[in-house]
């Protein structure tokens, strides 16, 4: 199966500091990547899929980006309710597999 | 609005059975695969389980294969995953997912997702 690594694992931001996670694939996915936030005690919800586009209702602040194995998502100007866990998904191969998550953290 | 509710979810022994549901609305729900992921308490999402549009292909996680069935009754819009011979590794959050769009027989992603039942496997 294909492992994605996401990196840093925790990402210690100030609001309005510009945040950037990143998730590797051990091998291509092509475009078929995804991110996703949870917050605590909630479900995860759908940010980006195939890797740029942004799922509705999501705020212009986050985007995505890459292809291939490399990937990241921005989040330009991070609002307080930004602060959550990351995760980015991978559909281009079976079975879906998810990262292990990057939590961005108030500093 | 799309909308999903998960039940089902307890204590249960090591070794017994649950059948969790997911109850959909908003959507056809014969038209989409479906869905189940879970959560261990403080850990990262894992796929478990999909469903075929078509209701009758199943796939599974090797770590739930032969013990996990994922089913539908489409006359209550339900998606159901009956699991047996359970254990302590199974204890998560598990959450019902509808795909965000299906394309040429696949469906990708998961959007959006139910609320989530906690399944707990103790003595």
């Known amino acids: 199966e294909i492992v994605l690594t996401q990196s840093p694992a925790t990402l210690s931001l100030s609001p309005g500091e510009r945040a950037t996670l990143s998730c590797r694939a051990s091998?291509?996915?092509?475009?078929?990547l995804a991110w996703y936030q949870q917050k605590p005690g909630q479900a995860p919800r759908l940010l980006i899929y195939?890797?740029?586009n942004r799922a509705t209702g999501i705020p212009a602040r986050f985007s995505g980006s890459g292809s291939g194995t490399d990937f990241t998502l921005t989040i330009s100007s991070p609002e307080p309710e930004d602060f959550a866990v990351y995760y980015c998904?991978?559909?281009?191969?079976?079975?879906?597999?998810f990262g292990q998550g990057t939590k961005v953290e108030i500093k | 609005e799309v909308q999903l509710l998960e039940s089902g979810g307890g204590l249960v022994q090591p070794g017994g059975s649950l059948r969790l549901s997911c109850t959909a609305s908003?959507?056809?729900?014969?038209?989409?695969?479906m869905n189940w992921v879970r959560q261990a308490p403080g850990q990262g999402l894992e796929w478990v389980s999909t469903?075929?549009?078509?209701?009758?292909?199943?796939y599974y996680a090797d770590s739930v294969r032969g013990r996990f069935t994922i089913s539908r009754d489409t006359s209550r819009n339900t998606l159901f995953l009956q699991m047996n011979n359970l254990r302590a590794d199974d204890t998560a959050v598990y959450y019902c997912a509808k795909p965000r769009y299906c394309r040429d027989g696949n469906c990708y992603y998961f959007d959006p997702w139910g609320p989530g039942t906690l399944v707990t496997v103790s003595s």
């Open positions: 469903l075929g549009s078509e209701g009758y292909n199943t």
């Open positions: 998904q991978q559909r281009n191969k079976w079975p879906p597999t």
């Open positions: 195939d890797a740029s």
């Open positions: 091998q291509s996915v092509g475009s078929y």
């Open positions: 908003g959507f056809t729900f014969t038209s989409y695969a």
